[in-house]
């Protein structure tokens, strides 16, 4: 049984008359009274007494109607819920972060976005930098926020921003009383580190700075997050030079201090990329917002 014989049977039903009813319907009339033998042979009983003069509905005809309009009812229900369904998911757009994003980018941009696109549903999604280029690989993210710069035939990217850096210490270690720290100073002194895995972009950046100025370093930990690289640092595990994002966090700890080096320490890019099979519609909203402040 099509759902078409149920609308055909309904609307005679409301009719009882196959002429008005294939009007209504727009089809002839033989082929309303075709399709409702079709129907009733299909069933194994008929729905409409006709003669001449009139139609009726017979007994089982009668029997039938109520659960064809709950049918026809429930279809579309289930139809427009869908169609809302799917016009809410375009209307979805779907980023990955790093946490600069939540200081640096997110205050000055998201509040325009969302007032100039009110209907705008934004999905914020804390993730490392792996996480986010196989996200945005698979179509699950629309736009990573990403110290990594990725280019491919699916993937664009634009540049946010370039970040400074700063050295933290234990506000105990001796080099904390220096007024002045030059890189020699750092020879051998015990660094936490980003981890590789999570961080790659930060985690080879100050490995690269040290190897470039020869400054021998000791590897003490890999952190996997930022705040544990913090913390370790207020226990007194360690140094570690972090991305300048991570200064207001720290300007109230007693137990960490941060010092300016002699040599400049490197700038850590910010990008967006985004996918370019996906929502592009929303993602253009979002580029077009961020072109407009960026470099922050």
Do not use: W
């Not at 895995?197 to 400054?215: E, G, K, M, Q």
């Not at 913390?231 to 201090?257: E, T, W």
């Amino acid at each position: 049984m099509e759902l078409r014989h149920l609308r055909y049977f309904v609307t005679v039903a409301e009719e009882l008359n196959f002429s008005k009813a294939a009007q209504k319907l727009f089809t002839a009339q033989p082929s309303l009274s075709q399709q409702i033998k079709c129907l009733e042979d299909e069933l194994g009983f008929h729905l409409f007494h006709r003669t001449k003069r009139k139609v009726e509905l017979t007994q089982e005809g009668n029997y039938l109607l109520p659960y064809a309009y709950a049918t026809l009812e429930q279809v579309e229900k289930a139809i427009d819920k869908t169609r809302l369904a799917a016009k809410a998911q375009k209307n979805v757009l779907r980023i990955g972060f790093v946490p600069v994003a939540e200081s640096k980018v997110f205050p000055y941009l998201l509040p325009m976005l969302r007032f100039e696109n009110p209907d705008l549903k934004l999905s914020l999604q804390s993730m490392d930098a792996i996480e986010q280029y196989h996200a945005l690989e698979n179509g699950e993210l629309d736009i990573a926020i990403i110290r990594e710069k990725i280019a491919t035939s699916a993937i664009s990217n634009h540049l946010i921003l370039k970040e400074k850096m700063i050295f933290l210490l234990p506000e105990q270690h001796a080099l904390s009383k220096a007024e002045q720290i030059t890189l020699e100073m750092l020879n051998h002194i015990s660094l936490i580190i980003p981890s590789e895995t999570h961080a790659p972009t930060l985690h080879s950046t100050i490995r690269n700075f040290f190897h470039t100025h020869h400054i021998q370093i000791n590897y003490i930990q890999h952190a996997a997050n930022i705040l544990f690289n913090i913390n370790s640092v207020s226990m007194g595990l360690g140094c570690a030079i972090l991305p300048d994002y991570v200064r207001p966090i720290v300007k109230n700890n007693k137990s960490i201090v941060v010092r300016e080096l002699t040599t400049e320490l490197p700038l850590l890019d910010l990008y967006a990329c985004y996918n370019k099979r996906n929502n592009q519609m929303n993602i253009a909203k979002f580029m077009d917002e961020l072109k407009k402040r960026s470099p922050f």
